[in-house]
């Protein structure tokens, strides 16, 4: 007997290889999956403007890496305790003066519009319609720096709102020379508790329902990955939750991250993947009687499996991985 219902992964019109380019943003979602592809060594950008939960930003920033005319004094910042922060961002831009704090954003807006015409797949997660709006400039912000409750406003974005302005950074950045850009949207897994569990699902119901219209309006260029359904229908037991009983557990997020590769990754891609994971394996391993000979052959063995991986692979970088071999087997 079958005790669980499999949830259906469309098939997709395009496989991603070795060679191609990601990017992966939004939530914290976005931050494990993407994680992932950098430890396979695929070639990826993981939330390059910090972790953004709401649609509204994460489509504020895409605008703005793809306006080539956007400066620094674009760029909305403030100062609190004597750092400076950035209204858009998370605080892994923050600053200790105002130049830098803008200089931060503006040099990772210029590398993301620097690679568009090379940029093969977007992956945008999107956490929360629940935004939270600075009071008198009518600004959604990406984060709320930890400033006092009474200078925001809380806002809910509708499905229209959240369609309209993910659809205007989309053709945006379609226009700025990645015309192939394909994007695909998932919806996280977390659960909301804080707005309850009924605001929580209306919340997520809204997502879904503007990426399920954006996808019918770019069926060839916007595409959904249900890693909500996988955690809510397919896994739907609180094993598969962190401590906290709202984050995905690591094994869900393991197991996600094996659906998401059988489901886009392409057959070398795949192979691969298969065999820098048995390197790895031998890579972490650490010998009980570390400087004998039997321990040196592992190492020296390891050593030529990474070699050969390396020249059959040489658009992929081992070299923090050779020299931490080298500096064992020299010890």
């Known amino acids: 007997m079958d005790f669980r219902t499999e949830v259906e992964i469309e098939k997709p019109v395009f496989r991603i290889g ?43 920033m895409l605008r703005l890496a793809a306006d080539p005319a956007v400066t620094g004094e674009d760029i909305p910042v403030f100062e609190s ?18 130049a830098e704090c803008r200089e931060r954003v503006c040099r990772t807006l210029n590398e993301i519009r620097a690679d568009l015409p090379g940029l093969d797949y977007l992956f945008l997660t999107l956490g929360t319609n629940r935004c939270y709006r600075l009071k008198g ?18 806002c809910s974005l509708t499905v229209e709102q959240i369609t309209d302005v993910l659809e205007q950074a989309l053709v945006a950045l379609w226009q700025q020379g990645a015309s192939h850009l394909k994007v695909v ?10 707005y309850g569990f009924h605001g929580s699902r209306l ?40 401590d906290d009983m709202l984050h995905p557990s690591s094994q869900a997020v393991e197991y996600i991250w094996e659906r998401f590769a059988a489901t886009y990754f392409d057959e070398e891609t795949l192979h691969f993947l298969e ?28 050593l030529t499996r990474l070699d050969e991986l390396a020249r059959e692979y040489p ?5 923090t991985e050779r020299q931490e071999l080298m500096r064992r087997i020299q010890n």
Do not use: M
Not at 221 to 229: H, L, S, V
Not at 275 to 301: N, Y
């Open 18 to 60: 070795l060679r191609q380019k990601t990017v992966f943003a939004g939530s914290c979602f976005a931050e494990n999956v993407g994680r992932r592809l950098q430890q396979s060594r695929l070639n990826c950008r993981v939330n390059p403007f910090g972790v953004l939960y709401n649609p509204e930003s994460l489509a504020t």
């Open 81 to 98: 305790e004597g750092l400076w922060h950035c209204w858009l961002t998370d605080s892994s831009f923050s600053a200790l003066t105002e």
């Open 137 to 154: 400039e009518q600004r959604i912000v990406g984060n709320c720096h930890k400033q006092s409750a009474a200078v925001f406003e809380e």
């Open 185 to 194: 949207f998932t919806v996280s897994p977390y659960r909301y508790a804080k």
């Open 203 to 242: 919340g997520k119901a809204t997502l879904l329902l503007a990426v399920d219209e954006l996808c019918r309006r770019y069926p060839l260029q916007c595409f959904y990955f249900p890693a909500y359904e996988i955690v809510l229908d397919e896994l739907r037991d609180y094993r598969f939750y962190a």
């Open 275 to 302: 065999r820098w994971k048995r390197l790895q394996k031998s890579l972490a391993h650490r010998s009980l009687h570390p400087g004998t000979e039997s321990e040196r052959r592992f190492l020296q063995t390891t």
């Open 315 to 319: 658009f992929l970088s081992f070299s």
